[in-house]
């Protein structure tokens, strides 16, 4: 069956169960419907945070192939309960863009799945929206003062960062001229689009603590410069109580569950090559408040997720995992390795073991941290026994831990020995994350640290554009920030065609953006853009929906 076909074959239980089993009281819940729930920050209980167990589900480096990684975050949480362990699985929302565009959806796969899934994949609880309108707001009002007499702040309009945004592929919006139309348009001005995922006010929801942390961070969001050089912050405009109440019901977390009716909480969408990639810091100490044993993961490759959920999530919100989970697929080691991808199915024992130096980049860098780490061998009915041996062989070699993950074809029970791995490293974790660099390091050092630590990469080289922006960052006092690397997700260098584990390369810096309200400097590498664009054959295509109401094609 497909996944949706999957999904469709199972009743969900109530809400209020699953809110049953966390000890949750029913008044706490604001429902959205049978199968869906927000729920209050008060939930947030300080004193259990530190007790609780984080993992940490991260993966090499992604291939057209796939990797899994929340279909093996999802059958991990459902494997840890089969185990007899406390555990929930607190993970990111779909964008759109990827749901509709070339990734799919992103409520895990096969039996190791969300749900509703159809309604995550889709609106949600309506948090996408909230972003975008809170963006958009304060987009308006920035074209408001330029035009307005009254309160104008001397903005020069050539110097505005802001961009609008929306939740969707559309390489037409990224650049564009607004404000046409004579007097009554406005101030023309070139600008443009973000994908909603990308979005500061994304990354801003996913790093507060609280509505008033929420409001802060918004009114510390840099705009854009005066005509005599002065900095303009959202603050300046009074947009951040307006925005914050916009945000008002997207900062609770949403309560859901299983296929096995174990509980999930899904909050926050950034993305991973353009953002820091991590659900919210709410939802994941509201989990560990919840829950003994809590599964997360990070946006693609562990050089990007992984590197910004240890160091920015974690630093900034006092977090540490006690486990990473390292998820590989023979499929895509084989594609690193230079195998065609209409071959992957094929056994090729050769392709395999040319593709194991992105595994063991990944892993060196992973190391780095301090944490225990396991890989998780996602598995797929083309995989033969030789691989796999080969594989799990390796993986003893090296002294990691490895195991089988079945979540896609057997749910928890294809997870519980992946499941026993994890407890025993947890039990093994000696203490906090040691982080790539500190925030006293200049921001130079501290994109050469995560280059050359966790890229392999040799020299950071920034464009003339590139060096100024920096300059004008650390005059206005942001060096101490961390950074926030916008990277291909498809290479460990900047240059996606670079498969496996390049050597000798180096990290070329083209510009930067600051996200002063999130708390990080943004340098942006290679060729990367902030709003994706469609392929050639959009998932759209395969999608429908029949006279009864039935939707097709969604995955």
């Not at 406005?186 to 689009?193: V, Y």
């Not at 926050?268 to 003994?292: R, W």
């Not at 024992?349 to 593709?355: I, V």
């Not at 749910?411 to 906090?432: D, I, M, S, T």
Request: hydrophobic share 40%; charged share 20%.
């Amino acid at each position: 069956m497909t996944d949706l076909e999957i999904t469709q074959s199972v009743q969900p239980k109530h809400i209020r169960e699953i809110a049953d089993s966390l000890g949750i009281s029913r008044d706490h819940l604001e429902y959205y419907g049978k199968d869906k729930a927000k729920l209050p920050l008060s939930l947030i209980d300080p004193g259990r945070v530190p007790r609780a167990k984080l993992i940490l589900v991260t993966a090499i480096t992604p291939t057209p192939a796939g990797e899994g990684k929340t279909t093996t975050s999802i059958g991990l949480g459902d494997g840890l309960n089969r185990i007899g362990k406390k555990a929930m699985t607190v993970i990111r929302e779909p964008s759109l863009g990827p749901v509709f565009g070339i990734k799919g959806g992103a409520a895990g796969g096969g039996w190791s799945q969300v749900v509703p899934m159809v309604d995550i994949n889709l609106h949600f609880t309506g948090d996408f929206s909230a972003v975008e309108k809170a963006n958009n707001l304060l987009a308006a009002l920035i074209d408001n003062n330029l035009q307005s007499k009254s309160g104008n702040l001397g903005i020069d309009a050539r110097t505005v960062l802001w961009k609008r945004c929306m939740d969707m592929n559309d390489r037409g919006l990224r650049d564009i001229v607004s404000g046409l139309g004579g007097k009554a348009g406005g101030i023309p001005r070139e600008t443009g689009f973000n994908i909603t995922a990308a979005s500061e006010v994304m990354a801003i929801l996913c790093l507060s603590e609280n509505f008033e942390d929420l409001k802060t961070k918004l009114g510390n969001i840099y705009i854009g410069d005066t005509w005599d050089g002065k900095p303009i912050f959202a603050r300046d405009l009074k947009a951040e109580g307006a925005m914050a109440v916009l945000l008002k019901d997207a900062i609770k977390p949403n309560l859901v569950q299983t296929l096995e009716g174990n509980p999930a909480l899904i909050h926050g969408g950034p993305f991973a090559n353009i953002a820091q990639g991590t659900n919210s810091v709410i939802a994941t100490k509201m989990g560990l408040s919840l829950a003994d044993y809590v599964v997360t993961e990070a946006g693609f490759g562990a050089d990007l997720g992984a590197e910004k959920f240890m160091n920015i999530k974690c630093r900034n919100a006092g977090l540490s995992p006690s486990a990473v989970v390292l998820v590989a697929t023979i499929r895509a080691l084989k594609y690193h390795g230079g195998k065609p991808l209409d071959q992957l199915q094929e056994e090729d024992t050769s392709a395999l073991r040319a593709g194991l130096p992105n595994l063991e980049r990944h892993l060196s860098s992973l190391r780095s941290f301090g944490i225990p780490v396991v890989v998780a061998l996602n598995s797929f009915h083309s995989d033969t026994d030789a691989e796999r041996k080969l594989l799990l062989d390796h993986c003893a070699k090296l002294g990691v831990p490895a195991a089988l993950s079945e979540g896609w074809a057997k749910g928890g029970e294809g997870c519980a020995q992946l499941a026993q791995g994890v407890v025993k490293a947890v039990a093994a974790c000696k203490g906090r994350f040691h982080p790539t660099y500190d925030l006293g390091d200049s921001i130079r050092t501290k994109m050469e640290k995560v280059c050359r630590t966790i890229y392999g990469a040799q020299h950071v080289i920034l464009t003339n554009k590139a060096k100024t922006q920096l300059k004008r960052f650390e005059d206005l006092g942001y060096s101490g920030l961390p950074i926030c690397m916008a990277k291909t997700q498809k290479s460990l260098s900047d240059d996606e065609k670079q498969l496996g584990r390049p050597e000798l390369f180096d990290i070329n810096i083209r510009e930067f953006e600051i996200a002063a309200g999130a708390g990080f400097i943004v340098p942006i590498a290679g060729n990367i853009l902030r709003m994706p664009g469609l392929p050639a054959r959009p998932a759209s295509e395969q999608i429908g929906i029949d006279s009864e109401g039935r939707i097709s094609g969604l995955f």
